[in-house]
């Protein structure tokens, strides 16, 4: 029995070094890497990892807001006729929780361009569909940023953006792999339409 004490001992130290189940896991992406990523490579992530690059997204749309999008931007919108970045959130915002007010906008899911959203429920979703996700985060974002536009806001689907969300023209352009960030942040309410 005792033979077997040192070659547990080095299995247990060489399974650590090499990255086995002892040591945190970690991320290499960066927010940006993460938007131009699968959301199905995403969903794979551990929750601690989506968190931190929710706050790191957050971090940089403090950081970007009011500048002119001539640069890349995570959330660029048209305001008064030019393209700039959306005002910023805190990490601690859940964007999976609209606020009350939110009820007056009008969103459309009906997709006029080639990807639709997917309407099985995610676990790394909190549960929801990818739909649902993205009708929570665009009612919680427009609410924000205080865009009231007077007719349906189209919500188009978007993967492997560079961007996270982008509103121009009265169009609502989402990244999925952002609705796996934001999802890992707090519990969701459940969308209008599904109650």
């Known amino acids: 029995m005792r033979r077997w004490v040192p070659g547990l001992l080095l299995s247990v130290f060489v399974l650590t070094a090499c990255g086995g189940a002892a040591t945190p896991a970690r991320t290499s992406l960066t ?13 794979f992530e551990p929750s601690s990892a989506r968190q931190e690059l929710f706050r790191e997204i957050a971090r940089l749309s403090e950081q970007e807001e009011g500048h002119a999008a001539q640069t890349l931007v995570l959330f660029p919108i048209t305001q008064n006729g030019e393209m700039v970045a959306a005002p910023g959130f805190e990490a601690r915002m859940d964007l999976l929780q609209p606020p009350g007010s939110g009820g007056t906008l009008r ?30 985060v665009a009612l919680t974002l427009l609410t924000h940023w205080r865009i009231q536009p007077a007719a349906a806001v189209q919500v188009d689907r978007v993967s492997g953006a560079p961007y996270a969300v982008a509103y121009v023209d009265g169009i609502l352009r989402i990244n999925p792999a952002f609705l796996y960030l934001a999802a890992a942040t707090g519990p969701a309410s459940t969308p209008a339409s599904v109650q």
């Open 31 to 43: 927010a940006r890497q993460a938007l131009t990523s699968s959301p199905e490579a995403l969903e």
């Open 107 to 136: 969103l459309a899911f009906d997709g006029r361009t080639g990807e639709r959203w997917p309407e099985d429920r995610r676990d790394s979703l909190q549960g929801l569909s990818e739909r649902e996700a993205a009708e929570l």
